[in-house]
């Protein structure tokens, strides 16, 4: 993010997301449905996905300026943002993967109202994805899908699934309309948290699909595939427990100005001073992370793996642990199921487990300190 230009896109991108959520995030969390007119309008704005480029339809956001945008989503709903993270996967699993013709028609889609989900873990394979049973076939001129993926986030909106599967002698991604002979959606029933963000399992029973709709039209390597669509995943998961820091930050700033108890403001209670800084800080170098994260990601840089799983570490620790302190400073005042604070403690717990949990993250960076030094 440069130029006074990139400000007031993004300025202009963050007001119309918080015009179209308001004050309505807590009532969409205790609904646990997001309004289809609202993902529909920023969908047709290419506001779920800005990073796609403008000669693809998007806005051409670079990581930085979407990372930002990301977190004003993160701090205003937990749920949006997730289906942003989800659109933001699948137009990047497609820029990589697909060929020009898929590439053009699917950006256009999901830039122009389109939603879509992936599909990628399975009962028995959730951190090891090497263990996806899956299967898709050639049959002729067509494919035929087999297989159950488990937890993806905004099935319940989507038109389209990325579902990835076994082809061949590897792996590959098809893109599957939810209105496909064979596609069965099961919604899941009141998750932890980002409870409005359509979480479903969804069963693929024999479906046929057009050969076109295999992305690049052959085989890949599994593991380039999935440690491709994770970097943008981890990377806006990551952006997103930035808003969710900010978030609470505020309310336990705002709280601890005005709640008196002991004959005076929290804020003046040193203990309630010792949160602040911390969440505070957390709010810092989350920020800083994930700033150097985008930077590598504009840049192309050789550090950019490591840096984004550190960002992605770093941030949804301190999210959790951030909005731990926050619901401590409100105390009773955010102890209500839909309150920001309530909301922020569920949503961010997830954000240790999804897009790479804690432990594979620490894997990851382990393996990277013993190659570097
Ligand atoms: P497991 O893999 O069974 O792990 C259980 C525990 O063991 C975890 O703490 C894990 O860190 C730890 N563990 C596993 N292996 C090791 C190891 N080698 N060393 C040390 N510890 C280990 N999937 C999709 O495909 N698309 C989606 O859109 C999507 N959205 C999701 C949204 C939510 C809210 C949730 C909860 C999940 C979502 N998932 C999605 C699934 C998600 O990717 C998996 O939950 C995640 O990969 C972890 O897999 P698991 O839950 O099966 O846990």
């Given at each position: 993010?440069?130029?006074?230009?990139?400000?007031?896109?993004?300025?202009?991108?963050?007001?119309?997301?918080?015009?179209?959520?308001?004050?309505?995030?807590?009532?969409?969390?205790l609904a646990g449905l997001l309004p289809e007119q609202v993902l529909r309008q920023l969908a047709g704005r290419g506001l779920l996905c800005p990073q796609v480029s403008a000669t693809d339809g998007g806005l051409g956001f670079d990581s930085l300026l979407t990372g930002e945008y990301t977190a004003h989503v993160g701090a205003?709903?937990?749920?949006?943002?997730?289906?942003?993270?989800?659109?933001?996967?699948?137009?990047?699993?497609?820029?990589?993967?697909?060929?020009?013709?898929?590439?053009?028609?699917?950006?256009a889609q999901l830039t122009h109202g389109r939603l879509a989900a992936l599909g990628f873990s399975e009962t028995t394979a959730g951190s090891d994805l090497s263990a996806i049973g899956t299967r898709i076939l050639r049959d002729g001129d067509t494919l035929v899908v087999t297989g159950e993926k488990v937890w993806m986030t905004a099935a319940c909106y989507a038109d389209l699934f990325l579902v990835l599967g076994r082809f061949e002698e590897g792996a590959a991604v098809v893109v599957v309309p939810v209105s496909a002979p064979g596609v069965q959606v099961e919604r899941i029933a009141n998750p932890l948290g980002c409870r409005a963000a359509g979480h479903?399992?969804?069963?693929?029973?024999?479906?046929?699909?057009?050969?076109?709709?295999?992305?690049?039209?052959?085989?890949?390597?599994?593991?380039?595939?999935?440690?491709?669509?994770?970097?943008?995943?981890?990377?806006?998961?990551?952006?997103?427990?930035?808003?969710?820091?900010?978030?609470?930050?505020?309310?336990?700033?705002a709280h601890a100005?005005?709640?008196?108890?002991?004959?005076?403001v929290l804020a003046e209670h040193q203990l309630i001073g010792s949160h602040l800084a911390e969440l505070f800080a957390a709010e810092q170098v989350s920020t800083r992370t994930c700033e150097h994260a985008s930077r590598c990601w504009d840049a192309h840089s050789a550090d950019m793996v490591a840096a984004i799983v550190v960002a992605k570490y770093v941030s949804a620790r301190n999210a959790v642990r951030g909005a731990a302190r926050a619901v401590q400073v409100l105390a009773s005042a955010g102890a209500r199921d839909?309150?920001?604070?309530?909301?922020?403690?569920?949503?961010?717990?997830?954000?240790?487990?999804?897009?790479?949990?804690?432990?594979?993250c620490q894997l990851m960076l382990a393996e990277h300190a013993l190659s570097v030094t």
């Open positions: 993010m440069d130029s006074e230009r990139d400000t007031e896109r993004l300025a202009d991108a963050c007001a119309t997301v918080g015009g179209l959520v308001g004050d309505r995030a807590e009532s969409w969390d205003l709903c937990g749920s949006l943002r997730s289906v942003l993270t989800s659109q933001a996967m699948a137009a990047w699993t497609v820029q990589r993967f697909a060929d020009a013709r898929q590439r053009r028609t699917y950006l479903a399992n969804v069963r693929f029973d024999a479906v046929h699909l057009p050969s076109d709709n295999l992305l690049g039209g052959t085989a890949q390597s599994l593991s380039m595939l999935v440690t491709t669509a994770l970097a943008a995943g981890r990377l806006s998961v990551a952006w997103g427990c930035v808003g969710i820091l900010r978030a609470c930050l505020a309310a336990a700033t100005r005005t709640r008196r108890q002991f004959g005076k839909g309150h920001l604070v309530a909301r922020a403690y569920r949503d961010a717990k997830l954000m240790e487990i999804i897009e790479g949990s804690n432990e594979i």
